[in-house]
């Protein structure tokens, strides 16, 4: 059965300049040929940009279009929205093989950049420019999100790691009722869809992942529908040699909460579906 990985990192800082890896683990190349892909259950993947310096957004979906990879199904990039020639930005991107989508990155950005007016004319951009959206958000952003959307946005996008949900409270806690409240109103937009990722990188150890995370998968499938839900890796952030969570033990543990019957759709469909991937 076809398994596509829609969110996957690779990274060489080395050649590009990423801030944020300084200090840590993942602070190293990251190739293709490196990938954790499941035991060779995978065989596609999405590339998400991986928030290089600013300056070399462009040059990093260069770099990743130009690498050996032949599993590569589709790509989004980075780029400002902000900026005053984010419609330039976005339309240099696209002239890429595989581009299909976008991200800004949003998590940690305080409210009033997530109203931010130059932010809207630029997912306005994305629109136009026909490509996907992806929102990388934390869960107290969602409604700040929906605000965003509801306002300005009528493409598709895609909310990455299920809004980072609070994993090590659960579900059942005072901030895991706000994420599901929030999560429901954000379902509201049609063209909103979702990625079952992301919950090995929130959690503490593989206990609290096993234990908080079944029930927050099963509240996003609830909310949205197989039809609008697409699994993914998140590696190497969240799966591989540096968490505690393999590829294959996260694929499985999705798969046990979407049943036989929905698992082609979550597995390669919806991603298939949004991000134009094609053969």
């Given amino acids: 059965m076809e398994l596509i990985d829609a969110h996957t990192h690779v990274w060489d800082p080395e050649r ?45 979906a260069r770099w990743v279009a130009e690498l050996d990879w ?22 240099r991107a696209a002239e890429l093989p595989l581009v299909r989508g976008v991200r ?24 136009r420019a026909g490509l996907v959206f992806d929102a990388c ?19 598709t996008v895609v909310l990455d790691h299920l809004g980072k949900p609070p994993l090590e409270a659960g579900l059942r806690s005072d901030a895991g009722r706000i994420w599901l409240t929030a999560l429901r109103r954000l379902a509201r937009h049609e063209r909103l ?41 998140d590696w190497p952030v969240s799966t591989g040699a540096d968490g505690t969570t393999t590829a294959r033990e996260w694929f499985d543990l999705v798969r046990e909460v979407v049943g036989a019957s929905d698992w082609p759709r979550v597995a390669a469909g919806t991603a298939r579906a949004v991000y134009g991937i094609r053969g």
């Avoid at 099963?218 to 949205?224: M, Q, Y």
């Fill in 16 to 60: 590009l300049r990423y801030d944020w890896l300084a200090g840590t683990a993942l602070d190293r190349p990251r190739l293709p040929g490196d990938i954790d892909d499941a035991d060779g259950t995978v065989s596609r993947w999405v590339f998400v940009e991986a928030d290089a310096a600013p300056a070399a957004a462009l040059d990093e």
């Fill in 70 to 91: 032949p599993g590569l199904a589709a790509m989004v990039v980075a780029a400002d929205l902000e900026a005053p020639d984010a419609a330039e930005r976005i339309a």
């Fill in 104 to 127: 800004h990155l949003l998590q940690g950005l305080p409210p009033e950049r997530l109203a931010a007016p130059a932010l809207a004319e630029g997912l306005g951009e994305v629109a």
């Fill in 137 to 155: 958000v934390r869960w107290t952003q969602l409604d700040a999100l929906d605000r965003l959307l509801t306002d300005t946005f009528d493409g």
């Fill in 193 to 233: 869809v979702v990625k079952l990722s992301g919950l090995p990188a929130e959690a503490p150890d593989a206990t609290t992942l096993r234990r908080n995370g079944p029930e927050l998968l099963r509240a996003a499938l609830d909310v949205f529908g197989a039809e609008r839900c697409m699994v993914a890796g």
